[in-house]
């Protein structure tokens, strides 16, 4: 099997951090299909990217022609039956094991025998994604962070089946875009969100106990422990939707209660409250903006 360098990327879904993935992969020189569910999430994607270019440009980290290029090496569509010609996919669709094994069985069939089948997710099991493919050597956790074009940190995560050419190549080919490697194995949480999801949902808990306000949560781990920004207010960036399937998919592999999501977590993803995107989480957002 090839051990060719990357230039063809696939990124099935374009949000909060599909459409990151996809800004780097084509601002570092590479064809960047991207992928999203229909055009309305396409436009809203392509709008993300669009504004994200300009920022950089407008802040002097890209110059007028790189951000042109970009532009021209991003292809938006809603068929990822046009991704016949990628040397590797990473899908960054919902947190959702099923979702995730049903655009497997599709990307197996679309692809190159050569190219490399990779996921976003941030705590799934990646074997079982892996073995609805006839190449679980070429599949493997790509997990970045978010925001993906400012974060330094990619962790790969190889499965049992993941072999060391592949391994190799996804490392190549995230040093191309200038991030740091760690490379952990495939048991929920990988190696960061094993560490973090417990600290994120005890401070919840911390909170709808009544023991501490929202402000004074997130100013402690701040001011007292360094943090860029407190866990609350953390969770409102990662999406408390996702934050949830990650807790559920890490209460589902070790059944431990540290990782069982709290009761007000549910509440404000069924109440719509899923942070920065919607507007509302633990704080208020406009455009992005924190409000209070
Ligand atoms: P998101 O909800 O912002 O975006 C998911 C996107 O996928 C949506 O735009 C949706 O329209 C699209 N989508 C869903 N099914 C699709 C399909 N079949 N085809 C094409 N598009 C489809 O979620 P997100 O925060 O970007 O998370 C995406 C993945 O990245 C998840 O696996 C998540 O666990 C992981 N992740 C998230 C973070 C974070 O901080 N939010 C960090 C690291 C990893």
Redesign the pocket.
Known sequence: MTSAPVSRVGV????????GIAEICARQGLVTRV????EA?LH??RRRVERSLERGHSTGKLSADEQEGALERLLFT?D?ETFGDCDLVI?????RLA??I??FEQLDRITPESAILA??????PIIEMARVTQRPDRVLGT????PAPVMKLLELVRTIATSDQTLERARAFGESLGKHIIVAQDRGGYIVNLLLIPFLTHAVRVYESGFATRDDIDEGMKLGCGHPMGPLQLLD???L??AL??CEALYSEYANADYAPPPLLRRMVAAGRLGT?SGRGFYEYEGGKLLR
Request: glycine content about 10%; proline content about 0%; aromatic content about 10%.
């Open positions: 099935v879904g374009a949000g909060l951090m599909g459409s992928c999203e569910q229909d999430a809203e994607a809603t990822v899908e960054a669709i919902v947190e979702d995730k049903a655009l996921t976003n997710s941030s705590s799934l997990h970045f962070f978010n960036y990662i999406g939707d996702t399937f990650v995107k």
